[in-house]
């Protein structure tokens, strides 16, 4: 596979940012899936511009891909799953946001089993392996999109929004009845940092993925959450988290927020917009991204 790179120099670096960018060279991490407690190892390589970013399924025959698109979304329980055809690769989020986060528009993710691992429960390690390889400037423009009228979907009191705004920003509500979570809000915009405090490495991929205690036995009769223990998600009990400490004050809405960008991504490039959620789910969060892509058809 030809890959079209251009290394990326302190001369060009303002211009890349309205090109499209791939890793400068490969990355391999292995772990465990959250849902299936499937060990399975991963490989992101660089893939040429206008590629995007896609799976494959090396352990099945033929490699088929699954491209990372929000027509390939085939459910959302707990995680967000892709397919196509007979291969799919389930909990792809926190990969794709961190790649999103990056700056990384085309990538080739080789995985050999059903689901990414969930390695930490955050984005923080692969944020940490792009980081170790770069990224690289590619000659094609980086699409460019802004929303122009509002969209809004509910369920119940539950929420998610694309208002029209001059640049990028996210913004995420929780609200639960444990005392140690309660209502938590954050906003991050990736276009307006200044000092590097607020990127998407530092503020936003280390956010872990949580649970509620009372659920957990409910959860593993279902099939679900096969993998998850103490060392790759926060729990939360009635009398507060069973493995503190936390990493930021409000964790937990840093983390929907994680998951936000990391579906919103399946549209290829996220348009500029005011991203609003309120008490979401992935289902919410991939309606949206189906509504946006309804408008350039």
Known sequence: ?????????????????????????????????LHTGVAV???IRPAPAGRGRYF?????????????????????????????????????EHLLAALVGMGVDNACIEVDGPEMPLLDGSAKEWVEAIAQVGVVAQSEA????????????????AFVAALPASELRFTYGIDFDLPAIGNQWHSWAPTSVADGSSTFATAIAPARTFGLAHQIELLRDQGLIKGGTLDN????GANGWLNPPLRFLNE?????????????????????????AYKASHSLHTQLARSIAALSD
């Open 1 to 33: 596979m030809t890959v079209d790179v251009k290394p990326q120099t302190a001369d060009d670096r303002e211009a890349a940012v309205n090109r499209q960018q791939t890793l400068r060279a490969g990355v391999t991490r292995s772990g465990v899936g």
């Open 41 to 43: 190892s991963v490989q």
């Open 56 to 92: 494959v399924r090396v352990d099945q025959p033929g490699r088929p891909d699954v491209p990372a698109r929000i027509e390939s979304v085939r459910q959302t329980m707990l995680s967000t799953e892709l397919a196509q055809g007979d291969a799919h690769v389930r909990t792809v």
């Open 142 to 157: 980086r699409p460019v999109r802004s929303i122009q009228t509002p969209i809004w979907l509910q369920e119940g009191d």
């Open 233 to 236: 998600a926060l729990v939360c």
């Open 252 to 276: 937990p809405v840093r983390h929907k927020l994680l998951d936000l960008v990391g579906d919103l991504s399946l549209l290829g490039h996220i348009p500029v917009a005011h991203f609003l």
